[in-house]
C-alpha cells in the first residue's frame, strides 16, 4: 500500500463523518491499490483555444478548523491531483490534527491509529482480501467519528448537524426561497418572526462559515430567537458545493470581491430581493459572517456601502485579504499583508460602522485580521477625531474579553472590536445546537444586534 497523502485522508475522514460510507469505503479501496489521483493539467497556452484549468479551492477543514487545499475527491473530479504542499503547511502539521495526527504523509501514532484504523478499523478484520469488511469499516467508522469528536478545542460544540432542525414559534416562517441572476444563483432562508406585520423592520443577512448551512448557523447563532425578541428578519444565503467544496464563500477570489460580480452580486441581489418583496426598512439592513463568511460579510460592506448600514465580522478575515492561494494561506496564518484596501466602493462612499469578533487563540485564522478590518475600516478620512476606549470583562465561568470602542462625538461607538481570551476559531456565545460554536463566549449575537439597531442608515452620511 502506498502511503495517503493528508488530503486523500482527510477526505476519508469527511466523508465516513458525514456518514457517506460507501464513498469512504470506494476511496480508501482506491488507496489500498495504489491507485492515484491523475496529475495537474497544464494551463492551455494563451491563445490556444482550450479551456483553463478550474482554480484551485481553498477551504477550512470541517473536522479540524485549519485551512487546507481541496478534497482529494474533488480534485481527481476536476483533473488535478491533491494540493499536498499546501495541507502539509497548513492544515496537517502543527495545526491540523492536534497531537502529531498527519504526518510525512502517513497516520502517526495519536492520529488515528489505536481506534481509527488500528485495532479494529483496518486491522484486525478491517482489511480482508484487499477490500474492507463490513465489520471493519463500521468499526473504523466508528472510531473515526470518535477521534473527530475529540478534536473541538476545549469549550465548544463539536459540531452540529449540517441541516439542524429550527424549532419555530407558533406564526413565525422560515422560508425556503432562491435568488438567480446573471452572476448565478443561490438559495437562501429567511426568517419572519411571529411578531412581524406589515411596519418596515430591520433585516439582517447572515454569512455561514465553511460546512455550515442556514439551518445550522441559525441554530448556533440563535439569531431566530433574537429575531422575535426584536421584531427584525433574518436572510440566510446557502453557499454550494458547486462553488466550494466546503461551501465556504469564495473571499479569496479577485471576482468575488468587487462589486456587481460574483458573489457579491448574489449576496446583494438577494438582500434587494428581500427589499422588494418584504415590508423592510431600508434604512437598517445589515450583513454579517463567521470565518469566511465574515471576510464575504467585509466585502459586502465595502462592495455595498449603500445598501448595508453596518457590518459584523467574526473570525474573518479585511477585504481584499488575499488574491490567490498562497496568499489566503498566508493570510489565514499571519494576517493580511501590508497595505490591504477595499477592492470596491467609490473613494468617496460613506464609512461603513463595523463590530468585529475574534479569539486570541484562534489557529484557523490569525485574529491579526481582526486588527486589519478595524484598521480598514478606521483608514477612512470620517474615522479622524475618533476617541478610543477599552474596557475588560469577564463571561461568568468562561472566558474574559477586551472591547475596544472608537467613540465619535456623542459617544456613540463607530467601530467596536471584541477579543475574547482563550477562545478559538466558533462563535462566540453560541449554542452547541450549531457547528463551531464556543458557548463560554459572550454573546457575539446580541451584542452585533445591539451595534446594529444603534447604526442606521443616516443619508448623505460620508
Known amino acids: 500500500m502506498n502511503a495517503a497523502s493528508p488530503a486523500e485522508m482527510a477526505e476519508v475522514t469527511r466523508l465516513t463523518r458525514a456518514g457517506r460510507l460507501p464513498e469512504a469505503t470506494a476511496l480508501l479501496q482506491r488507496l489500498l491499490r495504489g491507485e492515484v489521483a491523475p496529475r495537474p493539467r497544464e494551463a492551455a497556452p494563451r491563445g490556444s483555444g482550450a479551456a483553463p484549468r478550474a482554480p484551485r479551492i481553498i477551504d477550512v477543514d470541517p473536522d479540524t478548523g485549519a485551512a487546507t487545499a481541496e478534497p482529494a475527491a474533488a480534485a481527481a473530479a476536476a483533473g488535478r491531483a491533491p494540493a499536498d504542499a499546501g495541507v502539509a503547511g497548513a492544515g496537517s502539521a502543527g495545526a491540523g490534527f492536534p497531537g502529531a495526527g498527519w504526518a510525512g504523509g502517513r497516520l502517526a501514532n495519536g492520529g488515528l491509529?489505536?481506534?481509527?484504523?488500528?485495532?479494529?478499523?483496518?486491522?484486525?478484520?478491517?482489511?480482508?482480501?484487499?477490500?474492507l469488511a463490513d465489520a471493519g469499516l463500521a468499526q473504523m467508522a466508528?472510531?473515526?467519528?470518535?477521534?473527530?469528536g475529540s478534536l473541538?478545542?476545549?469549550?465548544?460544540?463539536?459540531?452540529?448537524?449540517?441541516?439542524?432542525?429550527?424549532?419555530?414559534?407558533?406564526?413565525?416562517?422560515?422560508l425556503s426561497l432562491n435568488f438567480g441572476s446573471e452572476a448565478g444563483s443561490r438559495t437562501y432562508k429567511l426568517y419572519i418572526p411571529a411578531a412581524h406585520r406589515d411596519a418596515a423592520a430591520p433585516l439582517l443577512v447572515m454569512l455561514h462559515g465553511c460546512t455550515q448551512s442556514p439551518d445550522d448557523f441559525a441554530a448556533g447563532t440563535r439569531m431566530n430567537a433574537l429575531a422575535e425578541e426584536h421584531g427584525f428578519l433574518v436572510a440566510y444565503p446557502a453557499q454550494t458545493a458547486s462553488a466550494n467544496a466546503q461551501r465556504c464563500w469564495n473571499w479569496f477570489s479577485p471576482g468575488d470581491q468587487r462589486r456587481d460580480g460574483g458573489e457579491p452580486a448574489l449576496i446583494a441581489g438577494i438582500t434587494r430581493q428581500i427589499l422588494r418583496d418584504h415590508p423592510v426598512d431600508p434604512a437598517r439592513v445589515y450583513v454579517a459572517g463567521l470565518s469566511a463568511g465574515g471576510a464575504a460579510a467585509a466585502i459586502m460592506g465595502a462592495a455595498y456601502p449603500e445598501l448595508y448600514a453596518a457590518v459584523g465580522v467574526h473570525s474573518g478575515l479585511p477585504c481584499g485579504a488575499a488574491r490567490d492561494m498562497p496568499s489566503a494561506f498566508a493570510a489565514m496564518r499571519q494576517g493580511a499583508g501590508p497595505g490591504v484596501e477595499p477592492r470596491a466602493g467609490a473613494a468617496a462612499?460613506?464609512?461603513?460602522?463595523?463590530?468585529?469578533?475574534?479569539?486570541?487563540?484562534?489557529?484557523?485564522v490569525h485574529p491579526r485580521n481582526g486588527d486589519q478590518v478595524i484598521?480598514?475600516?478606521a483608514a477612512h478620512p470620517a474615522a479622524d477625531g475618533l476617541r478610543v476606549a477599552v474596557e475588560r470583562g469577564q463571561v461568568p465561568g468562561g472566558h474574559a474579553f477586551s472591547r475596544t470602542r472608537h467613540l465619535d462625538a456623542a459617544g456613540r461607538a463607530v467601530l467596536e472590536q471584541w477579543l475574547v481570551h482563550g477562545g478559538g476559531h466558533a462563535w462566540s456565545g453560541g449554542s452547541p445546537a450549531g457547528s463551531y460554536t464556543d458557548p463560554r463566549g459572550p454573546d457575539a449575537s446580541r451584542e452585533m444586534l445591539r451595534f446594529f439597531l444603534s447604526h442606521p442608515m443616516v443619508p448623505g452620511a460620508a
Open 113 to 131: 491509529a489505536g481506534g481509527g484504523m488500528a485495532g479494529g478499523g483496518m486491522a484486525g478484520g478491517g482489511l480482508a482480501n484487499g477490500g
Open 142 to 148: 466508528r472510531g473515526l467519528r470518535e477521534r473527530l
Open 152 to 174: 473541538a478545542p476545549a469549550g465548544m460544540a463539536a459540531g452540529g448537524p449540517a441541516g439542524a432542525a429550527v424549532p419555530l414559534p407558533e406564526g413565525a416562517r422560515f
Open 349 to 364: 462612499a460613506r464609512m461603513v460602522p463595523a463590530i468585529v469578533f475574534h479569539a486570541d487563540r484562534d489557529t484557523t
Open 375 to 377: 484598521a480598514q475600516a
